[in-house]
């Protein structure tokens, strides 16, 4: 059996929807290591596996349409998210009339909340939370020619009726180790970079799974919120946080050196929990040499944990900051303070780790145009190397999608998919969603075309085609998206 994973172009719109965080247009190529993780267990049945990123390799639709008409493939698997949603079922329209026996199978966020939307044909099925398990036994029922139709975790078109069929949840996975490593050679040919460590060869890692923490805002990752959504509508509660062991990362690390790569970005929600799991993992990162960057919360940084991340090559931070307000901070349940990330960025500012934060904008109706000045202006007085500025979104599913609904703070009345980089669909009485978009674009353009900020970052970069990549990026960034 053939299975290709697909990324693809753009049908609607001018740019791609970001997939791995979920939540923006693409600034720079990110790889997706969730569904090569996919890719890697499909590899292990014996499946022949493909992988087309028609985004990355800046192939037109013209091209994906003579793509399918040449291709075999039984399954097609498409990681959505909620920008891409009219992209991808326009993708599947084109599948399903050129290689109508194909199955289309969806996977991601956006097929665990919006399955409807996805289901338009018979052979469109939907996999809902944690892929991993789900579509193997989806693969091993198509393969053995058996009935797919009671499998936990996905939904479809049931009957003549096209009544959508949800089956029962499937359990999460309790042991992250057992997954293989992604399968990062179907995407050689691909070049992914991350501007906050200007070295490549660069890849992505996960070594955890959710966040224990309770923003009522928020969506780490399109891994995370999909196994969020479908396990909060089961049990009404956040699901478990499941974290690989430090020997299997370390042997993921390993090979990662072993194959060449030079730079390493940590996806996790929260990369560093205790000391006692950092250690041996920032000691495996030094021996190789291999820079490397993570998120954290600003009370995980206590002065020992920034000694060490200096010491071991990590060259940023993220931090999830949102606000320097002690009220907003409150509201939003950040389960921080303002005193607490200033000392976080202060305790990394003195072991030299790069501080990128995480900033949103308008998470709470206590939010004025004196508040975002204030955050805006403190992160540039404590010397962030970088921010990322956006405006909040409410992510049905989330406690702050179902605030914003009850006292109508959404134009229109329902959330409709937004680059929260450039765009707003929120307005509160004091502050309406053009005020945050001219916010945002002016302290974007203040913060990152400062004269300081642009000489720090040119010494950093190992080589011309690094500076070009991230100047790319930089333009993504400040140029406002079509609605």
């Excluded at 950092?278 to 000691?283: C, N, V």
Aim: aromatic residues 10%.
């Amino acid at each position: 059996m053939k299975i290709t994973f697909i990324i693809p172009p753009v049908f609607i719109g001018r740019r791609p929807a970001e997939r791995t965080a979920g939540c923006t247009t693409m600034v720079y190529p990110m790889i997706n290591i969730y569904e090569l993780t996919v890719a890697a267990l499909l590899e292990n049945e014996g499946y022949t596996v493909g992988y087309e990123d028609f985004i990355t390799t800046r192939r037109s639709t013209d091209m994906f349409r003579r793509f399918l008409e040449r291709d075999t493939s039984d399954i097609y698997l498409i990681w959505a998210v909620n920008l891409s949603i009219q992209n991808d079922v326009i993708a599947s329209e084109w599948i399903h009339r050129r290689v109508p026996a194909a199955y289309t199978v969806y996977t991601g966020p956006a097929p665990t909340y919006y399955a409807r939307h996805f289901l338009q044909y018979d052979r469109q099925i939907a996999v809902r939370g944690e892929p991993e398990e789900t579509v193997r036994e989806l693969c091993r029922r198509m393969a053995g020619k058996q009935s797919w139709r009671d499998v936990k975790g996905i939904s479809f078109l049931n009957g003549s009726d096209a009544k959508v069929q949800h089956n029962p949840p499937r359990a999460l996975l309790k042991d992250p180790d057992a997954l293989p490593f992604p399968a990062r050679h179907l995407v050689d040919m691909h070049f992914f970079s991350n501007p906050k460590l200007k070295r490549s060869p660069y890849t992505a890692m996960v070594t955890s799974r959710n966040c224990p923490f309770h923003c009522i805002y928020c969506v780490p990752s399109s891994l995370t919120f999909a196994r969020e959504l479908e396990y909060r509508a089961e049990t009404g509660k956040k699901p478990f946080v499941s974290m690989r062991s430090p020997e299997n990362v370390i042997a993921e690390i390993d090979l990662l050196a072993a194959e060449g790569y030079r730079a390493i970005g940590f996806m996790d929600d929260n990369f560093i929990t205790t000391e006692k799991r950092l250690i041996p993992i920032a000691r495996a990162l030094r021996k190789h040499g291999i820079v490397w960057g993570c998120q954290a919360r600003a009370d995980a940084i206590t002065a020992n944990i920034a000694r060490i991340l200096g010491e071991s090559g990590c060259e940023y931070v993220d931090l999830g900051v949102e606000s320097f307000n002690d009220e907003i901070l409150k509201y939003i349940r950040k389960g921080l303070t303002r005193r607490q990330i200033i000392d976080a960025i202060e305790r990394l500012n003195r072991y030299r780790v790069p501080v990128k934060l995480n900033i949103l904008i308008g998470t709470s109706p206590l939010e004025t145009r004196e508040t975002i000045r204030e955050t805006l202006n403190t992160a540039i007085r404590l010397h962030a190397s970088q921010v990322m500025i956006n405006i909040v979104a409410p992510f049905p599913g989330t406690e702050f999608h179902r605030l914003a609904m009850e006292n109508q703070w959404i134009a229109g009345g329902e959330y409709v998919p937004t680059d929260v980089q450039h765009h707003s669909i929120l307005s509160y009485p004091n502050l309406n969603s053009r005020e945050m978009e001219k916010l945002l674009f002016w302290y974007n353009i203040r913060f990152f075309l400062r004269p300081g900020f642009i000489w720090s970052h040119l010494r950093r970069f190992s080589s011309f085609s690094e500076f070009w990549k991230a100047c790319r990026a930089l333009k993504n960034k400040l140029t406002r998206s079509q609605k």
